[in-house]
């Protein structure tokens, strides 16, 4: 038996939230009456998935502590079903119970310096304790692109036969109705040419790189949404709140983002650090033009569908960059798919 954390039903929806709660719907399908998986739902799960095959075990225990639910909770409840958990989340139970678990990265392995709060700081020691688990007591680890398996072999000298590819998809923008109301809300959206730029505002996603470039570039225009994510907070947002081109969103819906994405001149992503980048993907569904840092897995995923900025320097032209006409992104869109991931994810769980 196979036992599905459920922790990502408790948590707020970001990128490793939607991966495990769109694979999980697909891998439903792919079941047959002889697959014994299910899902340990938790007392506060915010919704409760409605599958055809993968079973729904409640949990009578809330999510009060994240760290307690992970490495220990969850492994009672793996003993007690007599099952092997899989784990989404970048977390595992500790020890031989650690069952099959994504690393999606290493963020706070390789770039330790960027976590600088004390809440930071717990959160840094947090996740390398499970990397260092999941990378010596998972019966299987996943990870979402070629680069991150790489960093975490160099990193963790694990058997490469024990870690295997699972990547993003990005099916779950076609359901999405785009919301135009947000030029309504930002009526000088509507008069000129903008540079749209998505994330949560942690360091690495590199709005040092916008300040910089929107500082020496006063006639190029650019629209940021996106909300501080722990106590990661960036010193740019205060001089890119003083730039006449620059607006900050704040929070915008999914709904509100695709909009923003089918409009913009091009979608820039400077990030120096991503495991895989979804937002891309999503920009590139809707037709939009992407620029991203030639940093990290983006160059692995997104090869020439992309025109690349270094993401150390704003040493370049976005509007000419915009111009440019790049091919590709047809074959990236059918590769990187929750089906396909889905499927990959069921054949390895059958084979081991």
Not at 7 to 27: D, H, K, P, W
Request: proline residues 4%.
């Amino acid at each position: 038996m196979i036992l599905i954390n459920g922790n990502f039903l408790c948590r707020n929806l970001t990128g490793i939230e939607r991966f495990a709660f769109e694979v999980c719907s697909r891998m439903d399908e792919l079941l047959t009456e002889n697959d014994d998986i299910a899902l340990l739902v938790p007392a506060n799960a915010k919704v409760i998935p409605t599958y055809k095959n993968i079973r729904i075990i409640h949990s009578k225990k809330a999510i009060k502590s994240f760290p307690r639910w992970d490495l220990f909770y969850f492994s009672r409840e793996c003993k007690k079903h007599h099952a092997d958990g899989l784990n989404f989340s970048n977390t595992a139970p500790l020890g031989k119970n650690c069952g099959y678990a994504f690393i999606h990265d290493i963020y706070a392995a390789d770039f330790p310096q960027d976590f600088t709060s004390k809440k930071d700081k717990l959160i840094k020691i947090y996740c390398r304790l499970n990397y260092k688990n999941i990378c010596k007591n998972a019966k299987k680890v996943f990870t979402v692109s070629d680069f991150s398996k790489k960093r975490i072999l160099d990193r963790y000298h694990i058997d490469e036969n024990r870690i295997e590819i699972i990547p993003n998809g990005w099916e779950h923008f076609k359901s999405i109705k785009s919301d135009f109301s947000v030029f309504d809300k930002f009526p000088l959206l509507k008069s000129q040419p903008y540079f749209f730029t998505l994330g949560s505002l942690q360091k690495r996603k590199n709005l040092k790189w916008i300040a910089r470039y929107a500082s020496n570039h006063s006639n190029e225009f650019f629209a940021i949404s996106g909300k501080v994510i722990g106590g990661m907070y960036t010193p740019e947002l205060e001089s890119l709140s003083s730039l006449k081109n620059v607006i900050l969103l704040g929070y915008v819906s999914d709904s509100e983002v695709k909009a923003l994405m089918e409009k913009c001149q091009a979608f820039v992503f400077p990030s120096y650090y991503e495991g895989f980048g979804i937002p891309p993907l999503e920009a590139l569904s809707v037709g939009a033009k992407i620029i991203l840092a030639d940093s990290a897995s983006l160059p692995e995923i997104y090869g020439k569908t992309a025109s690349y900025i270094s993401a150390s320097s704003t040493d370049c032209s976005l509007t000419e960059m915009a111009k440019d006409k790049k091919e590709g992104a047809e074959e990236v869109l059918k590769k990187f798919t929750y089906q396909n991931s889905a499927q990959k994810l069921y054949d390895s769980l059958m084979r081991s």
